[in-house]
């Protein structure tokens, strides 16, 4: 096996654990090494980042359904809002240069980060 092979099981790994952990937050782990781990460009790590969130989310919820811990309400609500949002992200990221895109991507991490530790 390719030592790439090998580096793109781990991030899988540590993203689907990641994902499994916290419900989400895979796509702040993957974008990252995509691009300094293995070289993808901004746009392509962020478009593959979405293909592979979705099969480690569907995983994910089959585990949190049978532990019963979804509230439903919530999740349609959000997910209505998310479907037509990332219509919207998705039609505008070829829009979007890479060095910008970088830095909304960290500025919402950063900001997420320092809401947690301070909430």
Do not use: C, Q
């Not at 499994?20 to 895979?26: A, E, I, P, Q, R």
């Not at 702040?28 to 979405?50: C, Q």
């Not at 979007?96 to 830095?103: D, E």
Request: proline letters at 3%; hydrophobic letters at 60%.
């Amino acid at each position: 096996m390719h030592f790439k092979h090998i580096k793109l099981i781990a991030i899988g790994l540590i993203t689907g654990f990641i994902n499994g952990l916290f419900g989400s937050g895979g796509g702040m782990i993957i974008v990252p090494a995509l691009i300094f781990f293995v070289g993808i460009k901004e746009h392509k790590a962020h478009a593959t980042a979405i293909s592979i969130i979705l099969p480690l989310s569907i995983i994910s919820t089959f585990f949190y359904l049978k532990a019963d811990i979804i509230k439903f309400n919530i999740a349609l609500n959000v997910a209505l809002g998310g479907i037509i949002g990332s219509f919207i992200g998705a039609k505008l990221l070829n829009k979007i240069p890479a060095p910008l895109l970088r830095k909304i991507f960290a500025s919402i991490i950063i900001l997420t980060a320092i809401r947690m530790i301070l909430k």
